[in-house]
T-cell receptor, first 111, second 116 residues
Framework: DQQVKQNSPSLSVQEGRISILNCDYT??????FLWYKKYPAEGPTFLIS?????DKNEDGRFTVFLNKSAKHLSLHIVPSQPGDSAVYFC??????????FGSGTRLLVRP | NAGVTQTPKFQVLKTGQSMTLQCAQD?????MSWYRQDPGMGLRLIHY???????DQGEVPNGYNVSRSTTEDFPLRLLSAAPSQTSVYFC???????????????FGSGTRLTVV
């Protein structure tokens, strides 16, 4: 049972434009969602999180939106930069603070 | 430098051999975890610990053992390596409780393991 689904394996956007990465979930029992970024040959890096009681959280160029009725969340990056090119993981964190990873979306930001 | 240190970075094992992947953190984090990442997949949780002396199983624990005798160290033991354990292994640590969700886990740079 894949609790967190990232249905788009890849996304390509032009530098300066908005990148929107999507994530669907199947189990409503969660406390937080977290987004991580991963470059090749490195460990994942924490970006931003959102709790189940909120519908939006932003940090600089990164904003995460949570739609509980649709069981959907998205990460917006504005403006996108070439250095944002990486794999992005949508992760669920339950009440025991364990992380469950999605399969990831590879973002390419074209100069 | 503060952070999560994993050793070795690369390892080749023969089927049936045993080894220990080392993980150390100097941030006084309570929570520590081990993940594996296979091609085209997300990271899957192997084992985790919420403090010294406390460990529990994750999604894919079979074939792996862990112990947590100190806050700083969380080694992962492969008892009898199999080709299916060929993967990249990541160790992670975080502050406890609510702060885990706010600040996330800090990951090491990984150990690439090949079992032949």
């Amino acid at each position: 049972d894949q609790q967190v689904k990232q249905n788009s394996p890849s996304l390509s956007v032009q530098e300066g434009r908005i990148s929107i990465l999507n994530c669907d979930y199947t189990n409503s029992m969660f406390d937080y969602f977290l987004w991580y970024k991963k470059y090749p040959a490195e460990g994942p890096t924490f970006l931003i999180s959102i709790s189940s009681i909120k519908d939006k959280n932003e940090d600089g160029r990164f904003t995460v939106f949570l739609n509980k009725s649709a069981k959907h969340l998205s990460l917006h990056i504005v403006p996108s930069q070439p250095g944002d090119s990486a794999v992005y993981f949508c992760d669920k964190m339950d009440s025991s603070y364990k992380l469950i990873f999605g399969s990831g979306t590879r973002l390419l930001v074209r100069p | 430098n503060a952070g999560v240190t994993q050793t070795p970075k690369f390892q080749v094992l023969k089927t049936g051999q045993s080894m220990t992947l080392q993980c150390a953190q100097d941030m006084n984090h309570e929570y520590m975890s081990w993940y594996r990442q296979d091609p085209g997949m997300g990271l899957r949780l192997i084992h985790y610990s919420v403090g010294a002396g406390i460990t529990d199983q994750g999604e894919v624990p079979n074939g792996y053992n862990v112990s947590r005798s100190t806050t700083e160290d969380f080694p992962l033991r492969l008892l009898s390596a199999a080709p299916s354990q060929t993967s990249v292994y990541f160790c992670a640590s975080s502050l406890s409780g609510q702060r885990t969700a706010t600040y996330g886990y800090t990951f090491g740079s990984g150990t690439r393991l090949t079992v032949v």
